[in-house]
């Protein structure tokens, strides 16, 4: 966490160095977890983008089709970002060519309007918390790997419009029509108020039959306390829903004042609660991963 929201890496945003170092660290980190590489390069499956210069002088990153269309740019304007990905594989040999995906995102927004003379946007519970989330999850499985193969993706690019996993959903790592489940991991560094520490809650629970396993599982998971916000569109999980997966956030993000701000610090992450929420996380992606596939309610699919 200290690395991944540390000035040094300027906020992370998709394109910039600080990115690269996150991507490569999460790497690292995957690796020592055991677990195995299934990008285009080692862990990493290259995402091409392109720079476009904006009237406000702040160049834009967007997404784009192919790498031939990367290739037809001019130098200036091509960016590669990355997603990471690894998987640990299924112990069932009946059930290994089933997938649960687990991902959060490892961008944030970079640097922006001072605040108070500090202009770096950290993100350390956007969303340098579910990546932790990711690795200690990894970590706490490994010992006894679940039936269904399980995998980890770091995205890339979600503060910019979904870009590392749209590219993601287009060039899947495993197959999607095998992928039966995603979890996605947003903002679990700090406890929300609604619900109390240790505890977090599920966007668009009532889509799909996931959040009720949870509950009946005795997970200290509850049902998103602000639909009103739209939290289910607007996280990488949208993007898998809508193209038929089971696919919700988990989160613990109490509308805190620090979003999107450079408050948005190591110093403000509650690390008790986010030991309880990734030990909760990691007993989710295994019931996901052992037991009955998750199936949409009448009227749930987006």
């Known amino acids: 966490m200290s690395v991944l929201a540390a000035d040094s890496l300027e906020g992370r945003r998709a394109g910039s160095e600080g990115s690269r170092i996150a991507g490569r660290l999460i790497a690292e980190q995957f690796e020592l977890a055991g677990l195995e590489a299934?990008?285009?390069?080692?862990?990493?499956?290259?995402?091409?983008?392109?720079?476009?210069?904006?009237?406000?002088?702040?160049?834009?990153?967007?997404?784009?089709?192919?790498?031939?269309?990367?290739?037809?740019?001019?130098?200036?304007?091509?960016?590669?970002e990355t997603n990471v990905i690894g998987v640990m594989p299924g112990s069932d040999p009946e059930l290994r060519g089933e997938y649960v995906l687990v991902t959060a995102h490892f961008d944030h927004v970079g640097i922006g309007r001072p605040v108070e003379t500090d202009s770096i946007y950290n993100g350390a519970d956007d969303d340098a918390s579910g990546v932790v989330g990711l690795i200690e999850i990894a970590r706490a499985l490994a010992s006894a790997p679940p039936r269904r193969t399980v995998v980890f993706a770091a995205m890339a690019g979600e503060e910019l419009g979904l870009l590392g996993t749209r590219w993601y959903?287009?060039?899947?790592?495993?197959?999607?029509?095998?992928?039966?489940?995603?979890?996605?991991?947003?903002?679990?560094?700090?406890?929300?108020?609604?619900?109390?520490?240790?505890?977090?809650?599920?966007?668009?629970?009532?889509r799909t039959s996931m959040g009720p396993e949870f509950t009946a599982a005795g997970l200290a998971v509850d049902p998103d306390p602000r639909p009103g916000q739209s939290f289910y569109e607007r996280s990488d999980n949208i993007a898998f829903a809508r193209i038929g997966i089971p696919a919700h956030t988990l989160s613990s993000?109490?509308?805190?004042?620090?979003?999107?701000?450079?408050?948005?610090?190591?110093?403000?992450?509650?690390?008790?609660?986010?030991e309880s929420v990734i030990a909760v996380a990691a007993e989710a992606v295994r019931l996901l991963a052992d037991g009955p596939a998750p199936e949409w309610k009448p009227g749930g699919q987006p």
């Open 38 to 80: 299934v990008g285009d390069s080692g862990f990493f499956q290259r995402v091409p983008l392109r720079l476009v210069n904006t009237s406000s002088g702040r160049p834009r990153t967007r997404s784009l089709s192919s790498w031939a269309e990367f290739d037809s740019l001019p130098p200036a304007e091509r960016v590669v």
């Open 169 to 206: 959903v287009d060039h899947p790592a495993v197959p999607l029509a095998a992928t039966v489940a995603s979890l996605n991991l947003e903002m679990i560094g700090r406890p929300d108020t609604a619900i109390g520490p240790g505890r977090a809650w599920l966007t668009g629970y009532e």
């Open 253 to 274: 993000f109490g509308l805190h004042s620090d979003y999107h701000s450079p408050d948005d610090e190591v110093e403000r992450i509650d690390f008790d609660h986010l």
